[in-house]
Nanobody
Framework: QLQASGGGSVQAGGSLRLACVIS????????MGWFRQGPGKEREFVGS????????SYIDSVKGRFTISRSSAENTVYLQMNSLKPEDTAAYYC????????????WGKGTLVTVSS
């Protein structure tokens, strides 16, 4: 089970930190991803972290502004979002995939982020 939280409303230039708690699973062979879906847009990949090694990847539009990290003790993945822009407004979802598979099979409910100008 994945549970995302931390969404809210913020002005442009502000920051938010999202958290995704994962329960019921050992994560050493998994990759955690963050996705988002803005109003009238398709869902897009934002970034991911490999649980065991901590390697991360991001889409270009968030590089340098967003940071993904994880806490093994808390079984939680974080998405730190800085310098937020109105175009970052979206429902944000966390998802999980086995590291050998390309598709994300496990999804949490979204948490809404609204950035006003």
């Amino acid at each position: 089970q994945l549970q995302a939280s931390g969404g809210g409303s913020v002005q442009a230039g502000g920051s938010l930190r999202l958290a995704c708690v994962i329960s019921g699973r050992t994560l050493s062979n998994y990759v955690m991803g963050w996705f988002r879906q803005g109003p009238g847009k398709e869902r897009e990949f934002v970034g991911s972290i490999t649980w065991s090694g901590g390697g991360t990847s991001y889409i270009d539009s968030v590089k340098g502004r967003f940071t993904i990290s994880r806490s093994s003790a808390e079984n939680t993945v974080y998405l730190q979002m800085n310098s937020l822009k109105p175009e970052d407004t979206a429902a944000y979802y966390c998802a999980l995939r086995y590291f050998l598979q390309p598709q994300y099979d496990y999804w949490g409910k979204g948490t809404l982020v609204t950035v006003s100008s």
